[in-house]
């Protein structure tokens, strides 16, 4: 019986997927997946038995293979709708749009009043023509680009997928596809729905996908199905036989995470219960992803319609407001003052000119008889009569005239040459067209280091191990060119990478010495990682989603320790022509927090052991104290790679018993399975096995400078801008790289903000205050100028940031020409963007305008915390990109960027506002100069039609 799957022993209560408890990282916001009132609305439908609903039991439940339970669930159906309007709705809802702006409300009120026979001083066709030409305009657009989302929402919907119906396969609209539903997807096909991978053609339940609709990068990426789902292949009798029970989170926009549970019918644990398997992000494939270079997939439905991840991605952006359009709103409501002030001084001449003329003048030449013959009265109704005739003040195009040279400025962005990357073939774009003029009032630029400032091109270059460093040189293949003799030969090897040179012969002599120290180095970089391999032309081809881990594991593979394949349970390498293989037993993957990842394998020898890589500052203090001697020569070679600019990584391992093992195993396991913070459980779980780690020693990384990066660092400093670098590398390389772009240049005093508690940076603070203080007496008595570059670790960042010391440590950077702040997160790059951009000492300062660039996904945070977001399309992906305002292939394209582009867009539009305003005054005080003249009676002096046609169509542009 398939009810048997639902037990109530899985149904652990969980709270909801986008609860606080989830949000441990403050950079991603969880989008509920109904608004509040639905909720409620929800809530009362299943109190009345109406609906029963996921929200009461905080988690979504579902079966594979019964679509009578799963439809008594209310899931929606896959039928998406992006429009904004309804046919029905469109006049209405436009209209209400359209007349919330200021400009339109204020020309609809002078309309009404000119249907009022009283006051009306113009006919009423001179307002409505332009009005309804400007609503008209806008209208149109909105309903042609409402009809092409339409449009393409039914090619959508449309779209056939194969779906296991009634015991066979057949052709479904997406549109029909349900929550629940088994679906065969086959190469080259997008995916309808989110899916759970049941199985696929390739060995091991391997899948590979493309991501591009939902992060903009175009490698390959690799999902894998349970080991316990891969057998049923698409054999279509075991599918239909398939009954399974999904226990997972709503719906929410984590695109990097998934929590769930499967049970399935027939598959019991020790005790008799149904066996539980964890299912995690890399067991999904998600609406939007291609698949590729597999022939076919199956997978179970547990997302569709609007509560895709995709869809709920699909938000509008933060909208950015200029400073120029803050001051226009300001202009807007100044003028408005304006016109009623000029307005009741006409109501107030037309007082004084009825008392003591005016009913002379009626009687002795007005061939119409007023209606009213008090003076008083007259001269109130004067006023509306003169809001209308001086109603050009407010300039109806104006806003429409803003966005059509902003458009055009941002054609000259995209169209320039000289922003274009011809190696890569990447324009410069445009990608907002509201923030041109705002690049010209650039005063501070925040910066990712590793793919901005340099290529994040890694080569591995040196390495210490045991005390014993290995590599003299640069290992660069011009220096190699120059002297032959230095390359170290691996024609022994037969898959060594040919683009692979290095020029320190004495680490191959260790390999083929077997130096055990050596051995455990080359192995935890042949087997720690997360890489996939798969051949192409008979050579062996690497797809790694980081180019550290590509560059680690190359270097490996030419010293002959070369990574295989891996299964979802072994990993397989040749070590000296000899093929091992390993049995993975865990994997504790890398994240932003960790900075680390491990892998524990039982080896061929029969002997389980851990090996690690990461940072100093997360693996150091897990290491045991059995060799301080080590230790310590191993950070000074470290020390002595950071100057140098070089990456470096710490290398460790360590035996594990089986009996250690085992206990912590069901600690792992527990938590992996675990619905209620499942990712604090595991990370708890992790740190109870990566202790007491044995040091083997550490990597060192080149990624060099890009092209032009010290040039146009040194010309944006000669503009007044100042540039702050965020990075994850450590102290000495940031100030290495530092010097290397000429960002800290050799007179600068560095400063150095390194407290580990609040109270001690609090003290650091101030001494480095007194200091530079100090130094600027020193210089001003010696005629020169103190310069100082100040560096601060994010360790002590956390406590700087506190809303105690915050202001304190912004005073003392902002006098500083330089920041670096190395070993910081991505959250707190955004903090430290915040921080300096809503910084205002009286409330009469400028904004301090930042603007953020970065390549990767852990700057994406910073860029849409700033000002102006500029993304670099390197090799990080191309999350940086679609979050950004502005994007290019180079660093250096962003001097001509700020000064170039923004500098004349902010030229023209400050000529343009003084031409607009200029030009809309002249002929509005014409009338008002006219006033006396006619007796304050709201005559105009020109043609209506001239009126009607003065701002749309003679002065628009």
């Known amino acids: 019986n398939k009810h048997e799957v639902e037990k109530p022993l899985l149904c652990k209560s969980m709270s909801s997927a986008n609860g606080a408890k989830q949000h441990q990282d403050n950079e991603y916001e969880t989008v509920n997946a109904m608004t509040t009132l639905e909720r409620w609305w929800d809530q009362i439908k299943i109190k009345l038995g109406i609906k029963k609903g996921e929200i009461d039991q905080g988690l979504r439940v579902l079966r594979s293979n019964d679509p009578a339970y799963n439809q008594e669930q209310n899931f929606p159906d896959n039928f998406i709708s992006t429009t904004k309007y309804k046919a029905y709705s469109f006049l209405i809802v436009n209209l209400c749009e359209q007349f919330s702006r200021l400009a339109n409300a204020y020309f609809l009120l002078i309309l009404i009043l000119q249907l009022i026979p009283w006051i009306a001083a113009l006919d009423w066709w001179i307002t409505l023509l332009p009005l309804l030409f400007v609503l008209s305009v ?90 316990e789902t891969e057998s049923y292949v698409d054999d279509t009798e075991k599918l239909s036989k398939f009954f399974g029970r999904v226990e997972c989170e709503l719906p929410n926009n984590r695109l990097d995470k998934y929590i769930g549970l499967l049970a399935m019918e027939s598959i019991y644990d020790g005790d008799g219960d149904l066996a539980q398997y964890s299912l995690d992000n890399d067991k999904i494939l998600l609406r939007g992803m291609v698949l590729k270079n597999t022939s076919w997939v199956v997978g179970l439905t547990v997302f569709t319609g609007h509560q895709t991840k995709l869809m709920m991605n699909s938000g509008k952006p933060t909208l950015k407001r200029t400073n120029v359009d803050q001051l226009l709103n300001k202009i807007v409501y100044y003028i408005l003052g304006l016109l009623l002030a ?38 109130v109704m004067r006023i509306p009569s003169y809001i209308i005739v001086l109603n050009t003040l407010v300039p109806i195009s104006l806003y429409v005239s803003v966005e059509m040279i902003r458009l055009g400025q941002s054609m000259f962005i995209n169209w320039d040459l000289l922003m274009y990357h011809n190696e890569t073939d990447t324009p410069a774009k445009a990608r907002s067209t509201a923030l041109n003029e705002e690049l010209g009032q650039i005063k501070y630029v925040f910066s990712d280091k590793t793919g901005t400032l340099t290529q994040n091109v890694m080569v591995f270059l040196k390495a210490s191990i045991n005390s014993v460093q290995y590599g003299s040189g640069t290992g660069s293949e011009e220096d190699i060119a120059m002297d032959p003799a230095k390359s170290v030969d691996f024609s022994w090897n037969e898959y060594a990478d040919p683009k692979f040179t290095y020029d320190d012969e004495s680490i191959v002599t260790a390999v083929n010495d077997r130096d055990p120290e050596v051995d455990k180095f080359l192995k935890v970089l042949s087997l720690c990682h997360t890489v996939m391999s798969s051949e192409e032309d008979g050579k062996l081809v690497y797809q790694a989603q980081s180019p550290d881990e590509e560059a680690l594991l190359t270097a490996a593979r030419n010293f002959g320790y070369v990574f295989l394949t891996r299964t979802q349970k072994t990993v397989t390498m040749s070590l000296l ?245 190395c070993r910081v997160t991505p959250l707190q790059k955004a903090l430290v963007v915040r921080l300096v951009k809503n910084f205002k000492p009286n409330k009469s300062d400028d904004d301090n305008i930042t603007l953020a660039i970065g390549d990767g996904a852990n700057d994406v945070s910073m860029i849409r915390e700033a000002h102006i977001g500029v ?50 005054f002249a002929f509005t005080l014409v009338q008002l100069f006219y006033a006396p003249f006619c007796g304050f009676t709201a005559q105009t002096i020109f043609d209506p039609l001239y009126i009607t046609l003065y701002n749309v169509v003679f002065t628009s542009m």
């Not at 003329?357 to 008889?369: C, D, N, T, V």
């Not at 100030?735 to 000429?742: A, H, R, V």
């Open 138 to 227: 806008t209208g149109f657009k909105d309903a042609y680009d409402d009809i092409q989302r339409w449009r393409s929402d039914k090619s959508i919907n449309n779209r056939t997928t194969t779906a296991l119906i009634n015991k066979q396969w057949s052709e479904t609209k997406w549109s029909e596809v349900n929550v629940g539903t088994l679906l065969r997807i086959k190469s080259n096909e997008s995916i309808p729905a989110d899916l759970l991978l049941i199985s696929s053609s390739s060995p091991n339940g391997l899948a590979y996908i493309e991501t591009a609709e939902l992060d903009g990068e175009t490698n390959l990426k690799v999902r894998q199905s349970l080991a």
């Open 342 to 379: 000029l307005c009741t001084v006409c109501g107030v001449g037309s007082f004084i000119w009825e008392t003591i003329r005016g009913e002379y003048f009626s009687e002795q030449f007005a061939p119409w008889i007023s209606p009213f013959d008090n003076a008083l009265l007259i001269a």
């Open 871 to 920: 993304g670099i399309s390197g090799k990080e992906g191309m999350q940086a990109v679609l979050a950004s305002d502005f994007c290019f292939a180079q660093f250096r394209f962003l001097e001509r960027l700020i000064l170039v582009h923004g500098h004349w867009s902010y030229i023209r539009m400050c000529k343009f506002l003084r031409y607009f305003f200029f030009k809309n």
């Open 577 to 821: 022509g000899v093929t091992e293989e390993y049995e993975m037993l865990a994997l504790l993957d890398f994240d932003n927090v960790r900075k680390r990842m491990s892998i524990i394998l039982r080896c061929p020898d029969g002997k389980i052991r851990l090996f690690c890589k990461g940072a100093d500052t997360t693996v150091i203090p897990l290491l045991n104290n059995n060799d301080p001697a080590k230790l310590e020569a191993t950070l000074d070679h470290m020390n002595f790679y950071a100057r140098e600019g070089l990456r470096t990584l710490i290398i460790a391992c360590k035996e594990i018993s089986d009996q250690d093992f085992a206990e912590w195993e069901i600690i792992f396991e527990k938590a992996q399975l675990s619905l209620e913070d499942r990712d604090d459980q595991i990370n708890a779980a992790q740190d109870l096995i990566e202790t007491e780690l044995d040091l083997v020693g550490s990597s060192a990384i080149e990624d060099k400078l890009q092209d032009g990066v010290p040039e146009t660092i040194a010309n944006l400093a000669r503009a007044s801008i100042k540039i702050w670098v965020l990075t994850g590398d450590k102290q000495e390389t940031a100030i290495n790289i530092g010097y290397s772009c000429k960002l800290i240049k050799p007179r600068m005093e560095v400063l150095i903000l390194e407290g580990d508690e609040s109270d001690e940076v609090k003290f650091e603070i101030k001494e480095l205050q007194y200091r530079i203080d100090e130094l600027k007496r020193v210089a001003k008595k010696e005629g020169v100028d103190a310069e100082f570059a100040l560096v601060v670790t994010g360790s002590t960042l956390r406590y700087a940031l506190e809303e105690s010391l915050k202001y304190t440590f912004l005073d003392l950077a902002l006098q500083c020409a330089a920041v670096i702040c």
